[in-house]
Each structure stands twice: as structure tokens, then as C-alpha cells.
């Protein structure tokens, strides 16, 4: 099992760079993700091909279309959450993504006929007092109200990309997130190509930057991530995915030399603590 959590933990940490990768890219933060879903989509589906996979989506029309819809909730997502990085730091964009997870916990019963246990509650309100906390100084009008609510965005397209990916449960294996990046990918180059039309100028001094963040952290960081989390189990594939958030604050903080008071400090605590604490138990 070894190797299965060294691919895991590896996805994690390059999904925990993302945020200082796109600090240095000199591009608005949906032509980033529009660069970063190409590269990762020609890379997977060339290994997919390359590996003797074939395509079977065609054979579910119905899980197909689930499938659609979580991939746009992906490109949807991606964009509200580097929009976040820019306006309010990639520390509190990073926690406000990551209350994803805890917004389908909220919907399961509703959804999936889960039950909703005192200690999934207990969690989801103690995720709730993070994002207040985290965010306290855009409440008060003292910090970047609209990068707060991209990156409350990004967690809601997080689960509704979630849920319908659940739904999709006929195309399963490699295929399934390959073809959600390239429905990503197809999402935002729609909207880009509305927006300003398909030329991306991209500068000399980002082009490395661009392509390290779609083939290191996008294409190989599903790769890794994907071929791990069917071999391990489920409750530690949840538990251990808070690291993708904890390491994007460390590396925020480390790189970007970013701030957090006291108050944003409690609310990290208070996001990953209560997030841990329902999937855990």
C-alpha cells in the first residue's frame, strides 16, 4: 500500500501548489484555467489512449450527461477559485474551496439517503464558524468582499461537481476523470472564446509557469490522484485529502509570505478540525 500513498499524498502536495504556481503567471485567472484544463486534457486522454483504454461513455447516455455536468461544475470551480487567489491570497482561497466537501455532506441525506449523524452536524457548523472566521475582515468591509464570494463559489461548484460525478456511476476507471477534464476544459474555452475570443497571449516569463501547472499539477497530479484513491480506503482517502488545503496555507505562507492573523489562524482550525472530525468518525 506504500506506493498507493506516496501517489496520493504526491497529488495533494502539487494540488497544494496550485495557488503559488498561478502567482506567477501574468494571465487573468480564466485564461489560466483554460491553459491549465488543455494541457492536462491532451495529457491524459494521450495516456489513456497510449495505455490500450477505449472510450465507453457512449453506452450510458444518462451517467454521461451527469458526467457533463460535474466536468462544467469542475471548469466553473476552478475559475471562481483562482479569481479567489487573486483577490483575497491563496491561503483563505484555498480553506474557502475546501468547505466543498462539507456542503455534500450537508446535501447526502437529501440526496443519497445518508443519515445525518450529530458528529457530521457538529462538523458542519464548526466549518461554518471557520469560513465567518477566515473571512471576518471582508464581513466588516476591511478586506475583498467579492474574491470571499468567488471563493465560496468555487466550494459550491466543488459539490455540485461532486455529486453528479457520484451519479456517473456507469463510467468508472480512468476514463471518468478524463472525460471530465475535457468537458472542463470545453467549459471554460466556451467562455473565454465569448469573452475575448480563443487568443491567449501568454508572456515570455510565464510560458514555464503555464506549462508546469497543466502538465505537473494537473495532468499528472489526476494521474497520480486517481490511480491512488481506488486502493485506499475511503475514510483515509478523505481524512488525508485535507492536506491539499493545509499545504496550500503552509506554501502561501512560506512563498508569498501571506498573513494570517489570529482570527483567520482559529478559522483554519476550526475548517480542516471540523471537516476531519465528520469524515473520521
Known sequence: MKKYYIKYIT?????????????????????????RTFIGSVLLVSIFLLTGNRFTFYKSVKS????????????????????????????????????GPVIVMAFAPVLFKEKLTFIKISGFISVFVGI?????????????????????????????????????????????????????FLTVAVFVWLKQGLIINIPRES????????????????????????????????????????????????FLHEYMGIIQIAGMICIIGGAVWSEKF
Open 11 to 35: 497529488a495533494l502536495l502539487l494540488f497544494g501548489l496550485n495557488g503559488i504556481v498561478a502567482s506567477h503567471i501574468a494571465l487573468s485567472s480564466y485564461e489560466i484555467v483554460c491553459l
Open 64 to 99: 454521461f450527461i451527469f458526467l457533463a455536468i460535474s466536468g462544467i461544475a469542475m471548469g466553473l470551480s476552478w475559475m471562481f477559485l483562482y479569481e479567489a487567489y487573486r483577490r483575497t491570497g491563496v491561503s483563505i482561497a484555498s480553506l474557502c474551496y475546501y468547505c
Open 132 to 184: 465567518c472566521l477566515i473571512n471576518s475582515q471582508s464581513l466588516e468591509g476591511k478586506g475583498n468582499m467579492f474574491g470571499a464570494v468567488c471563493g465560496l463559489m468555487s466550494a459550491v461548484m466543488y459539490a455540485f461537481m461532486v455529486i453528479f460525478n457520484k451519479k456517473a456511476d456507469k463510467i468508472t476507471g480512468m476514463e471518468n476523470p478524463v472525460l471530465q477534464l475535457v468537458v472542463s
Open 207 to 254: 510560458i514555464l509557469w503555464v506549462l508546469f501547472l497543466g502538465i505537473a499539477n494537473t495532468g499528472i497530479g489526476c494521474l497520480l490522484y486517481f490511480l491512488s484513491i481506488g486502493k485506499l480506503p475511503v475514510q483515509t482517502v478523505a481524512v488525508i485529502g485535507y492536506l491539499e488545503p493545509l499545504s496550500a496555507v503552509i506554501f502561501s505562507v512560506l
